[in-house]
């Protein structure tokens, strides 16, 4: 609603008089036509000093040119501009300033003039300026052609030189000569206007050394939106860097140490096979000579040992076949139910007292999988299921298919094993905690059973009760080709 006793043009001019922006306006020849109670607390002119004169009174000399581009830019194209500019004071002293800057038209919407709001943002800039300097980053900036134009204080610390000793020199004070190539292209893509990404390289500190750094490169604009130079912010990754390579040198020592321990595995496991199949030989020929003696038993103690001891030295290499990560699997097509009754016939050949049934299953059970390792894991839950069960009689196999999923169970009555161990006890040297000492083993047997499961996409886990008894089934994929 419009107040009485005021006309838009005294309501308008009371705005401009409160404002805290300058707001000025010039003719196009660049003569003062308005000069509001801000422009002389920001200037220093009264505005009867500054009407009539000529606009450069508030312009440093080096910028004058630049100021007039953009108002002979506003004239031709109209519309509004923003930037920031150094102005001067009557007393000589330099501000920061920001503009907005609009065309003045006459009644025939031709340009007569330019109106400006100026803020001083030196209180700003010197906010800049102080978090600039108080940055443990190194931030500078050089011209097009890499000459240096600004050096905080980080950059001093970083780099040794003093602010007076580089302004001015070039950028190469700082670049070893094996990046001089990449400095120039990095300045040519800033020249081009092209994104620089932050990238890590090396730099040169005065006295000679190196240090790593992250570099974010960004363009410099000046009023007319022309690139003139680029701002470098530098970051020292010496640390980071230090801390990586320490990393690598500790992974390539413990890949060694991992290559040494599987070479001992390896050639020890060998070793120890050769004169084991020897003794095992020679228990045989013993066996067979002494048919009938009373003493026999000794040689069958001995005979099962061995196999022990054997079986014991497979399982090592395997842990360190699956630690090297080259348990490799070999798939071929095959009947389960063939092989599971050639496992339970062999097995019950050695363990006569145990028997142990197979449950019927109607339909086929073709599965593609490495045969001798899904054999090792069924005969390996068997052997579980007979060492850790002293009083049974029967051990029930169970083989179906779901899902497109081949599922064996193996259930015994035997000692059980406590509800928190069910899953431990295919980690790796894992033993269930107070079991008597008379049921001896290694706690890697079913990690190998795990480790070859996981190896054809499947899943391994165990079901007990306490002194009732147990069950343990693997379920893997029937048709996945790999
Ligand atoms: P090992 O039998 O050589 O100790 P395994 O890796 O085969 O090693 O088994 C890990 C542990 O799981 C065994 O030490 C035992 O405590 C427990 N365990 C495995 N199978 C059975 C089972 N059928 N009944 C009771 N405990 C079992």
Known sequence: MQKPGFTDFERLSAIV?????????RDLNGTITSWNSSAEKIFGYTTKEANGKHISIIIPEEFIAEEERIVKKIKNNGGMKKYEAIRKRKDGSRIFTSHIITPIKDANRKVIGTSKIISDISDQKALYAAIVNASDDAICSKTLDGIITSWNFGAEK?????????????????????????????????????????????????????VNVSLTVSPIYNQSEKITGASIIAKDISKRKEIEEQHQLYTEKLEELNRYRDDFIAMASHELNTPLTVIKVNLQ????????????????????QVNKLTDLISHLLDVSKIQAGILRLNYESFDLKILLKEICRNIHSSNPSYKIRIERTTKPLIIHADKERIEHVISNLLLNAIKYSPDLKEIVVKPSIKNRHLQVSVTDNGIGIPKKDLEKIFERFYRVQGIPSTYSGSGIGLFICSEIIAGHGGEIWAESKLGVGSTLTFSIPVRKVY
């Not at 000793?165 to 092209?194: D, L, T």
């Not at 020929?285 to 099962?304: A, C, H, K, P, Y």
């Open 158 to 210: 970083m780099f040794g030189y003093k602010k007076e000793a580089v302004i001015g020199k070039h950028i190469n004070v700082i670049v070893p000569q094996s990046r001089i190539k990449e400095e120039i292209s990095v300045r040519n893509k800033i020249k081009n206007g092209k994104r620089v990404d932050p990238f890590e390289t090396i730099r040169l500190r005065k006295d000679g050394g190196e």
């Open 285 to 304: 020929i013993l066996e067979e000579i002494m048919q009938g003696d009373e003493n026999v038993s000794f040689i069958f103690n001995s005979t099962r």
């Open 17 to 25: 008089q409160a404002s805290d922006d300058a707001i000025i306006s």
